[in-house]
């Protein structure tokens, strides 16, 4: 392994202390309110999401991102409606920005399994944020807002989100 990996590798088992932002491994949760169009129905959602990645430069980092979403009742519920749907997606993150503020763009592409009571489909699904953070030195997480998209590209139901978030992180 490059040094590198086995620097990030040792902070992440001692747990402290952040390193350079050009050598480090990002974690953080967000929350959404989205505008919702699911099977041809407009909507809205609430999601929480969980991404990982890792920046070894200060411009770029490669991810994972998990997130959960349900929709928000809007009234009478119709058949095959769904009830939860389940997002994995690698990501790519470009970075704008020093140790203690950034803004960024995070493209992703991955796989959307969605529950329904008729059953459960998969569908491939785009996903694109813009974010503000901001790390304070006085603390160790960072926060910040989010915007994101997330669209379908493949799969038998339109799947389409646009929300706005916020965002809490810790820095490896």
């Known amino acids: 392994m490059k040094r590198t990996s086995w620097v990030v590798l040792a902070v992440m088992l001692a ?8 050598e480090s491994v990002l974690l953080s949760g967000a929350s959404h309110l989205s505008y919702s169009y699911l099977n041809n129905q407009p909507g809205a959602a609430a999601d929480l999401v ?5 920046r070894p430069w200060s411009f770029l980092a490669f991810g994972l991102e998990g997130a959960l979403l349900t929709p928000l009742r809007t009234g ?3 058949e095959g409606e769904l009830d ?5 997606t690698p990501t790519l993150w470009l ?14 592409g991955g796989l959307d399994n969605q529950w329904r009571a008729g059953g ?8 694109a944020a813009l974010g503000f953070t901001v790390a304070p030195e006085e603390l160790w997480v960072y926060f910040g807002l989010e915007l994101q998209g997330q669209w379908e ?11 706005l978030g916020a ?5 490896f």
């Open 15 to 22: 747990g402290g202390g952040a390193v350079s932002a050009a």
């Open 167 to 171: 965002l809490m992180g810790y820095r």
């Open 153 to 163: 590209v493949s799969g038998a139901r339109s799947n389409r989100f646009l929300g």
């Open 95 to 108: 970075i704008y920005g020093d140790d203690l503020k950034w803004t960024y763009l995070k493209l992703g």
């Open 120 to 127: 459960t489909d998969t569908v491939g699904v785009m996903v």
């Open 76 to 78: 009478r519920r119709t």
């Open 84 to 88: 939860v749907a389940l997002r994995a």
């Open 50 to 54: 969980v991404s990982t990645s890792y």
